[in-house]
């Protein structure tokens, strides 16, 4: 097995592609150990001195180090982490996949929410997962779309750059009634 790295904007994260598909459909984000309960490689990964966050996409994993630890220093046992799940034959996720967080918005303004739904799942999730990252639609009022980063996109420096001035600005251009986008963070 050969796994690829890729660097992500956000310089404590690395991409890992292990070259097959690590989550059927979805993403999971597991931003401490703690949360990692029902992911085997989640918590094969934060076994690992340094590693602070890991996150799931379609066929990537991103680890999140801290800032005392070396790239060169972790990466071997991450890449070997992942390598020793793949080929134990052991799911990535134990029983049902994780839960997708209920969105809250006014009932009225369902087609609004249908519209910028629809712009992030075909045009901004597939260039911010490029990065190893997932932005996640959390809620919508009064003009102001809620939105989670999670992976590589969490904690990343240009992250609010990438709200302001990329996402922000497409949801105004196509949908007029969208005058801010705000983080959430959970």
Request: aromatic share 6%; proline share 6%.
């Amino acid at each position: 097995m050969f796994i690829q790295t890729e660097t992500t904007p956000n310089p404590a994260t690395l991409k890992f592609l292990p070259g097959q598909t690590v989550l059927e459909q979805g993403t999971a984000d597991f931003p401490d150990a703690d949360k990692a309960g029902k992911s085997p490689l989640a918590q094969r990964l934060f076994a690992i001195d340094g590693v602070t966050g890991v996150f799931f996409g379609h066929d990537f994993v991103t680890v999140t180090k801290d800032d005392a630890t070396q790239w060169d220093h972790v990466k071997p046992a991450i890449l070997g982490g992942i390598m020793e799940h793949f080929q134990s034959g052991a799911p990535v996720m134990e029983g049902e996949a994780q839960a997708q967080h209920e969105a809250n918005h006014d009932e009225a303004d369902s087609a609004i929410v249908g519209q910028i739904t629809e712009l992030l799942d075909t045009r901004v999730r597939p260039a911010v997962a490029q990065d190893g990252g997932d932005i996640t639609f959390h809620g919508f009022e009064r003009g102001v779309v809620y939105l989670q980063m999670k992976g590589a996109c969490a904690g990343c420096p240009s992250s609010t750059m990438t709200l302001k001035m990329g996402i922000e600005n497409l949801l105004r251009h196509y949908i007029p009634e969208v005058v801010e986008v705000r983080p959430v963070g959970l």
